[in-house]
């Protein structure tokens, strides 16, 4: 009899309790296959340490393969679920499509940015949900401080020394608190003209700082921003974004070179192809999380409306500390039934409180319902982090420790490009990477449909961009003329993670619930390549003056190929190639050569090698043939005095 064969989609906060949990109960008497876009887990709440050079980027990744035992990794993103033939099509990282059959599913492809209708803010904002998005946030504000230092002008100097993050929720209070602190070290190792200091504003719709969080959270981190000149401004947001700054809704003009976009998330769209009920875009599941009428299967985190039976008739919101513990739920009636596990149980869930991580020794914490402020709620914070961290709890523990007595390396790393990490992709995890030409390293990949590009796909850098970490390729090189990548749009969509906070209180909930624009339109990237399309915004070019755009790549064998270049080792200097040469001896006379010429060839100029050493400038040879004889006779040359015998 063969085993049964479970797939899990998705491998964030839930996808990746569910299959650990699975792991450990099936004991090797299930298959269980994980289809992710990466290899690795994402722990999200110390993404912003990341962006703030606290972190190394790997630490707060865990290997997939070397944590979960027993678990095949199929690295890809989920197309389309056919729940009739129980089967997922999903496309891999080089393009190819495959299909994966199941006896068990558990979708937890978790949530992708959620965008609002506000001009020019697809076009020059940034998100903040993947390593891609942190490493270019680091770079780009780094760089800003380094060009505002040597700025001659006032107020170019001052745009690029203002920093605007819309979204005061979990997410976007710790990016500002993170990158404050990191701006003003740069400040002082660059300093500004005029003692100018970096400016940050953060902005919300909201009444106050961390809207769904408790009131005295709000008031630490509010109290706590202000103190390091954080400008927070409740009740504004962004009207319109341009590639000069942004319009705020009060009507104030603020030029700026930085947007960070952290208003919410909204669920994947690969649940709308289900073809289930959906509750505002998640897919609707009992108790048990499993789908009414689809008992095989089952949904957990971001993208699945969960029932909060401590709160009748409403849902879970969309949290990391829900997606954990649903992933584990889901994983126990998984395997309950196989006939594997334990009895299937109902989700339920007792709030364990959040923490705030605001930089240095500050943090705002309830753990337990308990208020914490100040350096003791840093310690929580911290200490939480290291105990809810599957893997490498030690390197992160050596890099806070190096962090609190060494100094910051403030340099630009140039890993990761403005056009490669869009706002509007919905797999943030994945860079976007030019598409290779056929026929040289492998065919151009495309994206399958509703799917945004991943590594090695047919996508190109060509994005429409404004400034220098505002969405597109950066100011500095834009004012010295460097041209910005032009825009060319599609459908996209996610492969799957769970949100901006941590498991188990941690993570605290972003402002999903805002109205806004179902789902980004996917670009593609990039110059055109040998066999791929022309992007629909124009040329495109890289970001850095020194660092051109990867232009065609032209085929020897390409019928508009130019001729070669001569070689200057095989053809003579100064020389063109001449005709044949042959040469006939006069009798009697060995050192004489008579030369006979095709008759189409003019007469060739002298030959160093042939001619008397002592005779260095020959004159040209006159010919002897008659004018009228088509085929020019054999030349005799005239020796010098004292030559003969030569």
Same mark, same amino acid.
């Given at each position: 009899m063969s085993r049964p064969h479970v797939v899990i989609v998705g491998a964030g906060f839930a996808g990746y309790r569910a299959a650990r949990t699975l792991a450990r109960l099936t004991r090797d008497r299930a298959d269980i296959t994980l289809l992710n876009p990466t290899d690795y887990f994402l722990y999200l709440p110390l993404l912003p340490q990341v962006a703030a050079g606290i972190l190394e980027a790997r630490r707060v990744t865990v290997s997939l393969p070397g944590t979960l035992r027993g678990v095949r990794l199929v690295l890809g993103e989920a197309d389309r679920v056919d729940l009739d033939t129980r089967t997922v099509h999903y496309t891999g990282p080089e393009g190819g499509t495959g299909t994966l059959g199941y006896d068990r599913l558990?979708? %937890?492809?978790?949530?992708?940015?959620?965008?609002?209708?506000?001009? +020019?803010?697809?076009?020059?904002?940034?998100?903040?949900?993947?390593? #891609?998005?942190?490493?270019?946030?680091?770079?780009?504000?780094?760089?800003?401080?380094?060009?505002?230092?040597?700025?001659?002008?006032?107020?170019?100097?001052?745009?690029?020394?203002?920093?605007?993050?819309?979204?005061? +929720?979990?997410?976007?209070?710790?990016?500002?608190?993170?990158?404050?602190?990191?701006?003003?070290?740069?400040a002082r190792m660059n300093p500004l003209p005029g003692g100018t200091r970096p400016r940050w504003l953060l902005l919300d719709v909201a009444e106050r700082v961390l809207p769904e969080l408790d009131r005295r959270l709000s008031r630490t981190a509010d109290?706590?921003?202000?103190?390091?000149? $954080?400008?927070?401004?409740?009740?504004? %947001?962004?009207?319109?974004?341009?590639?000069?700054?942004?319009?705020?809704?009060?009507?104030?003009?603020?030029?700026?070179? =930085?947007? $960070?976009?952290?208003? @919410?998330?909204?669920?994947?769209?690969?649940?709308?192809?289900?073809?289930?009920?959906?509750?505002?875009?998640?897919?609707?599941?009992?108790?048990?999380?499993?789908?009414?009428?689809?008992?095989?299967? %089952?949904?957990?985190?971001?993208?699945a409306a969960v029932p909060d039976l401590e709160r009748p008739g409403s849902f879970t919101p969309m949290t990391a500390q829900h997606a954990w513990r649903q992933g584990r739920v889901a994983g126990e009636n998984v395997a309950a039934s196989l006939g594997l596990g334990r009895r299937h149980r109902p989700y339920r869930h007792h709030d364990l409180g959040f923490a705030v991580d605001l930089g240095g020794?500050?943090?705002?914490?309830?753990?337990?319902?308990?208020?914490? !402020?100040?350096?003791?709620? @840093?310690?929580?914070?911290?200490?939480?982090?290291?105990?809810?961290?599957?893997? @490498?709890?030690?390197?992160v523990a050596a890099d806070w420790l190096l962090d609190a007595v060494l100094p910051r390396q403030g340099v630009q790393l140039g890993l990761v490009r403005s056009w490669s990490v869009p706002l509007d992709t919905a797999t943030p995890e994945l860079a976007r990477v030019p598409a290779e030409p056929p026929g040289l390293d492998g065919p151009a990949q495309a994206n399958g449909p509703g799917r945004s590009g991943g590594p090695d796909r047919a996508e190109v850098p060509g994005r429409s961009s404004g400034p220098e970490g505002v969405g597109g390729s950066d100011r500095a090189e834009e004012q010295e003329g460097v041209g910005r990548p032009g825009q060319a749009e599609g459908p996209g969509r996610s492969g799957g993670r769970d949100r901006t906070g941590g498991p188990e209180g941690v993570g605290?909930?972003?402002?999903?619930?805002?109205?806004?624009? !179902?789902?980004?339109?996917?670009?593609?990237?990039?110059?055109?390549?040998?066999?791929?399309?022309?992007?629909?915004? @124009?040329?495109?070019? =890289?970001?850095?003056?020194?660092?051109?755009?990867?232009? #065609?790549?032209?085929?020897?064998?390409?019928?508009?190929?130019?001729? #070669?270049?001569?070689?200057r080792h095989t053809d003579p200097p100064d020389h063109p190639a001449p005709g044949p040469v042959r040469r006939t001896d006069v009798p009697g006379h060995p050192a004489r050569v008579r030369r006979t010429d095709p008759p189409d060839h003019p007469a060739p100029g002298p030959n160093r090698h042939t001619d008397p050493r002592d005779h260095p400038a020959p004159g040209p040879v006159r010919r002897t043939d008659p004018p009228d004889h088509p085929a020019p006779g054999p030349v005799k040359r005239a020796d010098p005095p004292g030559s003969a015998g030569r």
């Open positions: 558990v979708l %937890s492809v978790g949530s992708v940015n959620k965008l609002l209708p506000v001009p +020019g803010v697809a076009e020059h904002a940034h998100g903040f949900r993947g390593l #891609p998005e942190a490493l270019y946030l680091r770079d780009h504000v780094t760089r800003q401080v380094e060009l505002a230092a040597a700025e001659e002008d006032a107020k170019n100097c001052a745009a690029r020394c203002t920093f605007v993050v819309v979204g005061a +929720g979990y997410t976007g209070t710790e990016v500002a608190a993170q990158m404050q602190l990191l701006t003003d070290r740069l109290r706590v921003l202000r103190a390091r000149g $954080v400008d927070v401004r409740t009740g504004t %947001s962004v009207k319109e974004a341009t590639r000069d700054g942004v319009l705020l809704t009060d009507g104030e003009f603020v030029p700026t070179r =930085t947007l $960070v976009w952290c208003v @919410g998330v909204r669920p994947d769209p690969l649940v709308e192809t289900v073809g289930q009920p959906l509750e505002r875009g998640r897919l609707i599941v009992d108790p048990h999380l499993r789908v009414p009428g689809r008992p095989e299967v %089952s949904g957990c985190g971001d993208a020794v500050q943090a705002a914490a309830n753990p337990f319902g308990i208020p914490l !402020s100040g350096p003791a709620a @840093g310690a929580v914070t911290r200490g939480y982090h290291l105990a809810a961290l599957p893997a @490498g709890r030690v390197r605290g909930p972003e402002r999903a619930e805002q109205p806004g624009r !179902s789902g980004g339109p996917q670009r593609a990237q990039g110059p055109a390549r040998a066999g791929g399309p022309e992007p629909a915004g @124009g040329p495109a070019a =890289t970001e850095r003056g020194d660092h051109p755009a990867p232009g #065609p790549v032209r085929r020897a064998d390409a019928p508009d190929q130019p001729p #070669p270049v001569p070689n």
